[in-house]
């Protein structure tokens, strides 16, 4: 890992998230542990601020009253009276109550432990599938795995939760990314207009789809999207319908085929730690919280004071945006001994990949399910895999890769 010379008269220049050092996105763990070192509460140019530390996040994210998830305000002059504007300020992450506790509500009675563990069958067959046919995909010697394998896993499972055609699936991935780069703390115009397109041509499809399931349907148990149309009492709005699907699938696919990509590459960066899973796959499911710990595949979120606040020592004014550091936070060395080495017999392990308080991800234990099965299988069936290329995905927020090519080995 690359080092900073520390330089305590100089924390103002410590990271400024409109314009990051040109190595940040290839390694941000220095300027994340430095952050915490000098200026765990940073301001930005913008009057913003950056928050680092564990326990900071920890208590704003259970504090909804005085640290807001509705982003209207600062969404408005961002994307202004568009598609993206109306998908993000409608969705369940970027709301408060009553909307919030209305939708997940609904989300939460299809996320059931009884329901994710009747998934495991058909998931093992998924994975166990798509790992027969990696041989097929490789060439000389090597294959993309976030092509043919990470991002596969959770495009089908989320697909199923919907009960989509198994041909209607392949543009999810393209949507999401659009979507949700939308989010990156500086956007091109370009990139503003392809969500925008992304956020029209997914909201076209559901339209269809949810007729569809009006006239035909679903087991509401195993059917989100049938449960979100029956529900009872006060129900969604169309509009709230559609946005709430569009953010469950962008949710579900991207962190997990991020998940899943960054821990066979922090596995083959770190060969001890591998060796021990492959002698003891028991760990495997300490290893995925630790794999999501080390690497988080969200690492950043945002909170907008509704009053004054005392924060690390400072005074924040009312309609202050914060930005959460959650991949800085996942290192912080005041609750993760050796916070920056893997461990994956790490216990306990607070670590906040899936946020905290209300807002905690409401699939966490499917993309738990999802990563023990997806990791322990591909290692079972290619222990000596090596990583061949990495190509980095350009974004702050969201840490994966866009592509990760694998020699599967002997």
Known sequence: MGRIRLNRKANANVLDLTNPPADFIEDPYPYYRRLRELSPLLAQPDGSYLVASHQALDSIYKDTRRFSSDKKSAFKPRFGDSPLYEHHTTSLVFNDPPLHTRVRKIMVGAMTPRAIAGMETALVVLVDTLLDELPTHTQNN?????????????????????DMPLDEREPLRDWSLAILGALEPTISPEEKMAGDMAVVAFCDYLEKLVADR??????PETDVLTRLIQTEGEKLSQIELLQNCIFTLNAGHETTTNLIANALNSLHENPDEKQRLLNQDTIITTAIDELLRFESPNQLGNRMTTEPVSLLGKTIPEGCNLHLMIGAANRDSAVFEEGERLNLTRAPNKHLAFAGGPHSCLGLNLARMEGRIAIGRFLA???NYRVTKQVRSHRLRFRGFTQLNLSLGD
């Open 142 to 162: 090597e294959l993309d795995i976030v092509t043919h394998y990470a991002s596969q896993i959770p495009l089908n499972v989320i697909g199923n939760l919907f």
């Open 214 to 219: 009006k006239r035909h349907p679903g087991d």
């Open 381 to 383: 069936r290619y222990p």
